[in-house]
């Protein structure tokens, strides 16, 4: 479990906690409590879908799950491509502003929204932020992976790469085995040290625009567990649950 943005708001005590496995047992001075990926839910939660790979298993277990055709383009990243990959769970201000920068450029692209900096710093300040890399023989950074990680399990919250910006097909299927590639390192990694779970990050189940479909399909070639989690404020004071309910009835309306 991880606890992070405390602060406060109107006299309010506010915080968001990762990971809660019960809730209800949570025990904490703020009002209103954030819980995101929560095991359980009430009945004001949003439901979310991800997928979760066991890292507990062995390596060798972990690797079968993964489709044929994606072992064959590892193993080929792995043998002819030369690729670097390095990682970072300490990741310096540059390395988080060169990140930022790397994913803002893929972002404008497909047209998605700015990183927020600030975040991934208070992340970095919980020792919570570990960031993956991969680049060719020419030292250029082809992807990159961002995670939320607390010891137990590393949430991929961003995964940048420079597809969208070549116009070569040999240099973006280079690009498409270097990301696999790199999931595949980062899910050793984790499990060298210890971790119990790596999550993809969601799953948009519901959603049949093509792209999303196409990043399902990915994510689901690594094999892993589908599992439902919740997001939702929950009050722990008298102040929190009047302050949540004029909230509630304010946005109904």
């Not at 979760?52 to 072992?71: C, M, S, T, V």
């Not at 030292?139 to 010891?151: P, Q, W």
């Not at 399902?216 to 949540?244: A, C, S, W």
Request: hydrophobic share 40%; proline share 2%; aromatic share 16%.
């Amino acid at each position: 479990m991880l606890v992070t943005n405390k602060r406060e708001k109107i006299f309010l005590k506010l915080e968001n906690v990762f990971f809660a496995e019960d809730y209800r047992s949570y025990k904490s001075y703020a009002d209103i409590v954030l819980f995101l990926r929560s095991a359980k839910g009430n009945s004001k939660a949003s439901v979310f879908n991800t997928l979760q790979i066991d890292l507990p298993l062995e390596e060798k277990i972990l690797f079968a799950e993964i489709g044929k055709n994606y072992r064959y383009e590892i193993n080929r990243a792995e043998k002819r491509d030369e690729l670097c990959y390095s990682v970072t769970c300490k990741p310096t201000q540059s390395e988080i502003e060169e990140f930022c920068f790397f994913y803002n450029s893929f972002a404008a692209n497909k047209g998605l929204l700015e990183l927020n900096m600030e975040q991934l710093y208070l992340y970095r300040d919980l020792n919570a932020l570990v960031i993956s890399y991969m680049k060719n023989k020419s030292d250029e950074l082809l992807c990159s992976h961002l995670y939320l990680a607390d010891g137990t399990r590393a949430l991929g919250l961003y995964f940048p790469s420079s597809f969208r910006m070549h116009t070569d097909n040999e240099q973006r299927t280079l690009i498409g085995r270097a990301n696999k590639y790199l999931h595949w390192l980062d899910i050793k990694y984790f499990k060298a040290r210890g971790f119990l779970c790596y999550d993809f990050g969601g799953l948009a189940l519901d959603n049949i625009d093509k792209g999303m479909s196409n990043i399902n399909e990915f994510k689901i070639h690594f094999g892993g567990n589908r599992v439902v989690e919740y997001d939702f404020y929950y009050p722990l004071t008298l102040k929190g649950k009047i302050m949540l309910f004029i909230c509630r009835k304010k946005f109904s309306e």
